[in-house]
C-alpha cells in the first residue's frame, strides 16, 4: 500500500520552537495530507496539497511537497503545549489514502 | 451537532467471543471507514464503504464483518476468528470517497480481550 513514513519518530522541543516533520512515501500521489491525533483521541484533519502545489499555509502550519523527492514536510512555528500529539500524513492515490506510523511531538512549556 | 459518534469508549471481551462497535454519523457522507490502531502505529484500514449496502475489504479485514444498512451507521462486529483483537478501533467518513476528500473522524473505541 502507499503508505507514508514519518521522521523522526518523536520530537521533542521547547515552546515557541518551530517543528519540523518529515514524511516520504514511494509510489506516485494525487495529492497528500496530515492529520494530527491527540492521545486517545480520534484523528483530525489538518491540511491537504495536492500534486501540482509545492508549499500550502494555514495559520502556523506550513506544508511543503516536493514530487520529485517523494516527500513532504509540516513545519509548525511558534510551537505552544496545545500542539503536544502525533501527526500523520496521509500520501493519497486514486480513492484511497494511507495513513503514516505518525511523528509523536512533546512541545515543553 | 454534526459528527460522528462511536460506543462503546472501552470494550472488553472474552475470548471466543463476537463484539460490536457502534460507529454512527449524522454528516450525511456516503463513505465510512473502519481502522485499528495498534501502540505506537498508524492506522490500518479494516473495511470501508463508499455506498449504502456496499463494502470492501481494507487491508487487515480478516476476522473481522461489517454492514451498512443505512447511510448514518456503519457497525464493525469482531469475531472470535480474529486472533489479536485488543486495539484501538476508528471509525470514519467523508463525502464521498476519495484521496481528495478530508476524513472525520470518531473518538474511538478501545477492545480489550480478556
Known amino acids: 500500500s502507499q503508505q507514508g513514513e514519518e521522521d523522526p519518530q518523536a520530537l521533542s522541543i521547547q515552546e515557541g520552537e518551530n517543528a519540523t516533520m518529515n514524511c516520504s512515501y514511494k509510489t506516485s500521489i494525487n495529492n497528500l495530507q496530515w492529520y494530527r491525533q491527540n492521545s486517545g483521541r480520534g484523528l483530525v484533519h489538518l491540511i491537504l496539497i495536492r500534486s501540482n502545489e509545492r508549499e500550502k499555509h494555514s495559520g502556523r502550519l506550513r506544508v511543503t511537497l516536493d514530487t520529485s523527492k517523494k516527500s513532504s514536510s509540516l513545519l509548525i512555528t511558534a510551537s505552544r503545549a496545545a500542539d503536544t500529539a502525533s501527526y500523520f500524513c496521509a500520501p493519497g492515490t486514486g480513492n484511497q489514502f494511507y495513513f503514516g506510523t505518525g511523528t509523536s511531538l512533546t512541545v515543553i512549556p | 451537532d454534526g459528527g460522528i459518534t462511536q460506543s462503546p469508549k472501552y470494550l472488553f471481551r472474552k475470548e471466543g467471543q463476537n463484539v460490536t462497535l457502534s460507529c454512527e454519523q449524522n454528516?450525511?457522507?456516503?463513505?465510512m471507514y473502519w481502522y485499528r490502531q495498534d501502540p505506537g502505529q498508524g492506522l490500518r484500514l479494516i473495511y470501508y464503504s463508499q455506498i449504502v449496502n456496499d463494502f470492501q475489504k481494507g487491508d487487515i479485514a480478516e476476522g473481522y464483518s461489517v454492514s451498512r444498512e443505512k447511510k448514518e451507521s456503519f457497525p464493525l462486529t469482531v469475531t472470535s476468528a480474529q486472533k489479536n483483537p485488543t486495539a484501538f478501533y476508528l471509525c470514519?467518513?467523508?463525502?464521498?470517497?476519495?484521496?481528495?476528500?478530508?476524513?472525520?473522524f470518531g473518538p474511538g473505541t478501545r477492545l480489550t480481550v480478556l
Open positions: 454528516l450525511n457522507h456516503d463513505a
Open positions: 470514519a467518513s467523508s463525502v464521498r470517497e476519495s484521496s481528495y476528500n478530508e476524513q472525520f
